[in-house]
């Protein structure tokens, strides 16, 4: 890889050569991840997880460096059951009730 290549920002460089660069992933297991991808379709990281070539904790740390984003984890404090609450019914929508033949003769 030219030093031109090592130096660019994260950003700007493959998730393949990121993976590379940090010592979590061989060449062999980039190649083998690629050719697979290119068959089944599918993000890289998601590819290589499927192989066993690369963690998902591994993964993410490197995605974050990538795209300039943190990564939640337990150090972020959980959530509490009330804002988890408030999360799940402002995405929940109300369905109409189905009535089946059952309930009508009932």
Known sequence: MSSEAARAAPRDRLLGELLLDAG??????????LALQQKIGGRLGSVL????????DNLLQVLSRQLGLPVMGAEAGALSSRSMEAW???????????????????
Do not use: Q
């Open 49 to 56: 997880m499927r192989i066993g070539a690369v963690s998902e």
């Open 24 to 33: 979590l992933l061989g060449v062999a297991d980039l190649d083998r991840g």
């Open 88 to 106: 799940r019914s402002s995405r929940s929508i109300s369905l109409p009730r189905l009535t089946t033949s059952a309930s009508i003769r009932s």
